[in-house]
């Protein structure tokens, strides 16, 4: 294979799969303390129309991301008041979330900008750019545009894998977070209080989820569109579950999800022998097609962490 091609999807892969690698990580940490979280679609998408609307009226990049956390994190803090201190259906909560942002985003959106739900386009003093510019013919198709020629959310998502697994396997509060998805009245009869835990836990999945989204504003495309997220906090949590609640294999299924996408853009409008030219919707159907395998395959074989869905009542 032409070394030009293999570089171009390589990079490709890294640029699709960095919001679900984000989102991905935000479930296992929210998940391993015993909490379900659905909503990272709605979350992700939060963040990217925070970071669209506060981009396009303030021109600052910081300001935007600073938005686009905030939006997140509130919401990661709304789930956890639903069902950590009110112990409501964590799944019915999610889809709440998901719904409820899938609509006030667009309403929104028609009402400041009157663009149809989107928001104007992002100066490109705003946007992320690759902190090497024009890696790619500087230092060749595979060490520039595959590794080097990337944005610093890439290489930040890539890094936080390390991070959250030495953090979980390895830290006294990432064992303390595990063993409240797992064993919450041990917790608790150790002094330690389950509901901080679970709500620190949602504080870092909405910095993580709201990390995904702004990165589709900033650096995928150059403004929010409404339900620019298609799916993608789903493919996400699907690639938690393959993962087993793990960041590594999270992160080599969120790899797996990136380079169908990559293949489906090349793969438009090319004809092969016999059959013809490839029918679109086909390409575009891959990832969600893997996605609904990997569910099908793995959720019943996935085990999960003992308390997850179940809220903790404390004993008397």
Sequence with gaps: MDEILIGTLLASTLRVATPLIFCALAGV???????????????????????GAVGALSGSTALALTAALGASVLLSMLHGYACVSHRGDQVVAGMAINIFIAGITVVLGIAWFSQGGQTPALPDSVRLHPL???????????????????????????????AVWWFLQHSTPGLRLRAVGENPHMIDAAGISVKALRYQALALNGILCGLAGSYLVLAMNAAFSPHMTAGRGYMALAAMIFGKWRPLPALAACLLFGFLDAIAIRLQGVVLPGIGEVP?????????????????????????????????????
């Design 132 to 162: 090497i510019e024009h890696a790619g013919e500087r230092f060749g198709p595979l060490l520039g545009s595959a590794v080097l020629g990337h944005n610093i959310l890439v290489y930040l998502s890539l890094a936080l894998v390390v």
């Design 29 to 51: 940490i929210s998940e391993r303390s015993g909490v379900i979280d659905i909503g990272l679609e709605g979350k992700m998408l939060a963040a990217a129309f925070a970071a």
């Design 280 to 316: 679109v919707q086909l390409i575009q159907a891959l990832p969600y097609l893997l996605t609904v395998i990997l569910l099908a395959g793995f959720m019943g074989r996935a085990i999960a962490p003992r308390a997850l869905g179940t809220p903790y009542v404390k004993e008397r």
